[in-house]
């Protein structure tokens, strides 16, 4: 059997209405990457970066899967081999569109990720600065991606 391997970014999820980090008008443009995408931004203002991601994962939340993710799970559920999806993107439009097993490279805005521990597990709506790992309790959550200076 023939596999298919698709690798989809930013754009495909453009059409539904989630901003893009790098065009005209995108989030890095109204953030510094510093301040909210990296270990060290976190560690300087973790109330910030909470905020941009709590903001992220509402938006995504409301977002509706396009023609385009509908169209990727059709092609997975009707090719006669294997299509694994790739996403660079962190929100769960694939899987909305019904997509199934698609490796997110770049973690999920709908995760919460323990610096401490390595426990994972699904955000909350809201989270803030010294949230609690469900596994060891340490104050430590974060969101669920991947940051700049760290390794997908």
């Known amino acids: 059997m023939e596999k298919i391997v698709i690798l989809t970014g930013a754009g495909l999820s453009a059409e539904s209405g989630l901003g893009t980090f790098r065009d005209a008008g995108g989030l890095w443009q109204q953030h510094r990457i510093e301040d909210v995408a990296t270990p060290e931004g976190f560690a300087r203002d973790p109330g910030l970066v909470h905020?941009?991601?709590?903001?992220?994962?509402?938006?995504?939340?409301?977002?509706?899967?396009?023609?385009?993710?509908?169209a990727l799970a059709r092609l997975q559920r009707d090719w006669p081999g294997e299509?694994?999806?790739?996403?660079?993107?962190?929100?769960?439009?694939?899987?909305?569109?019904?997509?199934?097993?698609?490796?997110?490279?770049?973690?999920?805005?709908?995760?919460?990720?323990c610096a401490d521990c390595g426990h994972r597990w699904p955000a909350p709506?809201?989270?803030?600065?010294?949230?609690?790992?469900?596994?060891?309790?340490?104050?430590?959550?974060r969101p669920d991606v991947v940051w700049f200076g760290e390794i997908p």
């Not at 709506?125 to 959550?141: I, L, N, R, Y």
Request: charged residues 20%; proline residues 7%.
């Open 51 to 70: 905020c941009f991601y709590n903001a992220r994962r509402k938006q995504a939340a409301a977002a509706r899967p396009n023609a385009a993710h509908k």
């Open 125 to 141: 709506e809201e989270m803030a600065p010294g949230h609690p790992c469900p596994a060891c309790a340490a104050p430590e959550a």
């Open 83 to 113: 299509v694994v999806i790739v996403t660079q993107n962190v929100d769960a439009l694939h899987e909305a569109g019904g997509a199934a097993r698609v490796i997110h490279m770049h973690g999920e805005l709908a995760g919460a990720l």
